[in-house]
C-alpha cells in the first residue's frame, strides 16, 4: 500500500488527505495547530469544504491518521501544502512556514521519501527554499512540484477530476509524483522543470484575476457613464465566439488575493516588472472600498443622512458560490474601514462564517429577517445562492423608508425590489 504524509491541513493539504484516503492511499495527516489536531482527530472539520466530515468519519483510523508530530517511520511521499502567505504591507512572500514544514520532514523522514510541494511558492522556491533542507540532512534529495488548482467549494471533486500538473527535480522524481497523483486522476500533465510547474500554478491564478479586474473595469466604467454594466456585458457575450467578458465582482480567497504577488515577485527577480498582473490586483482590491464608499454616498442621497442609520450587511465569507466559510481577502473587510467611520450601525448574517466571526469585526449578528426589520440601507455582498432565494416582498417591506437595497452581484429579483416605491436599488458600477 502507497504510504503518504501530508504537512499542513488546512484547505488545500486536509482535502488532498481525505482524496488520498479514499482512493485507498494510507495517509497521515500533519498540523502543529493543536486546534486543528484535536478537531480532527474527533472527526470535525475545522473548516467548510462539501463532504469533508462525511469522509473523515468514514477514513479516520483505518486509512487516514491525523497527527500532531510526524512519525519517524517510512512513507513514500511527504507532501507540503502549508501556508505560503505574503507580507500585509510589503507584500513579499513569506516562506518561513515552507522552510520549516521542510526542515520537519528532512528531521523525520528519510532520503527514500519523495517530497512534493504542493503550496503555491515563488518561481525558484523549491529548488532554493526546500531541496537545501533536505539535502542538508539527507545528502540527496527526490523533490518534485505539484500545484494546487481546485476551487473552494468543489475540491474533493475536482482533485479526481482535474488534470494534476507534475515537475520534477530529475527524471525519477517526476516519474514517482505521477504515479502518486494518477491515484487520484487519470490525467496528469508532465511539465520539464520543478520552475515550470511552480509557474504554471501562478500563471493559472493570476490569468483569472486579470479576466474578473477587467469585467470590473467595465463596471466603473459604466457607472461614470450611467449605463447598465450587465447589460453591456450580456450583449456582448451573446453568440460572439470570443473569450466571454466577466461579470463584475470581487475577488479574494487565499489565491488570489496572494498569488499575483508571488508571481510579481518572481518576475521582478529575474529582471521584468509585469505590465498587467499588478494593476489587476490594484483594480480588484480597489472595488471593495470604492463600493462601500458608493453605497454610503447612495444611502445619504436617499435618506437625507448616513449618520445613524440601520445597515444590514448580508455575507462576509469571500465569495459566495460555491459556498464557503473562508474569510481570507473577504470584501468585507476593507468596506468596514468605510462604514466603521460613518456613524452607522451594523448587523451582518452570513450562512457559514462562524458569529463570533462577525462580532469579533464589531457587528451585530442577526436573521436575514430581523436584519432587514427596520434597515436603512441593505448591501449584499456575496452571492451565496440562498440570498437570491429570498421572499423579497415581505423583507422589503419590513424596511424603514425610504430604504436602499445594494446588490453587489444582483443576484435578487430586480423587479421585485423595484416595484417597492420606497426602496431604491442599485448594483455594483450601476443605479
Known sequence: MTRVAVVGLGYVGLTLAVA????????????????????????????????ITDELGALLGDRLRIVSTLPAEPVDAAVLCVSTPVDAVTHAPVLEPLRAAARSVATALGPETLVIVRSTVPVGASRTVVLPELVARWGRARLAFCPERTIQGQALRELEELPQVVGGLDEPSRAAAEALFRRLTTRTVSVSSLEAAEMVKLINNCHTDLIYSYGNEVALMAERMRLDPLELIRAANLDYPRPDLAKPGFVGGGCLSKDPYILLESARAVGHTPWLVGESRALNEHLPGHVARRFLELLRETRGEVKGARVLLLGFAYKGWPPTDDMRGAPVLPMLEALN?????????????????????????????????????????????????????????????????????????????????HVRYAGIGYG
Open 341 to 421: 467611520g460613518s456613524s452607522v450601525t451594523l448587523r451582518g448574517h452570513d450562512f457559514l462564517v462562524a458569529p463570533k466571526i462577525l462580532e469579533g469585526l464589531g457587528v451585530e449578528v442577526t436573521s436575514v429577517g430581523d436584519g432587514f426589520a427596520g434597515a436603512d440601507g441593505v448591501l449584499v455582498i456575496t452571492n451565496h445562492p440562498e440570498y437570491a432565494k429570498l421572499d423579497l416582498p415581505p423583507l422589503l417591506a419590513s424596511l424603514r423608508k425610504p430604504a436602499l437595497v445594494y446588490d453587489c452581484w444582483r443576484i435578487l429579483d430586480e423587479e421585485t425590489v423595484r416595484a417597492e416605491p
Open 20 to 51: 488520498l484516503a479514499r482512493r485507498g492511499v494510507a495517509v497521515v495527516g500533519y498540523d502543529r495547530e493543536p486546534s486543528v489536531v484535536a478537531a480532527l482527530q474527533a472527526g470535525r472539520a475545522h473548516l467548510y469544504e462539501p463532504g
